[in-house]
């Protein structure tokens, strides 16, 4: 069974990068059956799809956040990373990194989430 954990700062000052790893295990993010994706949450708010990276290292955003997002994955240590340039206090939310069925776009297995705070 697919595990994920995410690991990064909690806190980001205004117009610094934000950037967290998805560490996982019971898999390998080099399986072209899933997507490796992040979604988060503001306080009060519902789920938002950030983007993911397929196994062919092809990646997905979120429009509204495209110009703002990378993500990218390190296959040695069987990790991706999300890096959200340029923060806004509107930015704070829990970051969950997930996987996400190729086939039906589901999501079958979900980290516990981070709490991320922007704020100087």
């Known amino acids: 069974q697919v595990q994920l954990q995410e690991s990064g700062p909690g806190l980001v000052k205004p117009s610094q990068t934000l950037s967290l790893t998805c560490t996982v295990s019971?898999?390998?993010?080099?399986?072209?059956?899933?997507?490796w994706s992040w979604i988060r949450q503001p306080p009060g708010k519902g789920l938002e799809w950030m983007g993911a990276i397929g196994y062919s290292d092809s990646t997905y955003y979120s429009l509204s956040l495209k110009s703002r997002t990378s993500i990218s994955r390190d296959s040695s240590k069987n990790q991706f990373t999300l890096q959200l340039r340029s923060v806004t206090p509107e930015d704070t939310a829990v970051y969950s990194c997930?996987?996400?069925?190729?086939?039906?776009?589901?999501?079958?297995?979900w980290g516990q989430g981070t709490q991320v705070t922007v704020s100087s």
């Open positions: 997930v996987s996400q069925s190729v086939s039906s776009r589901q999501v079958v297995a």
């Open positions: 019971g898999g390998s993010i080099t399986a072209n059956s899933y997507y």
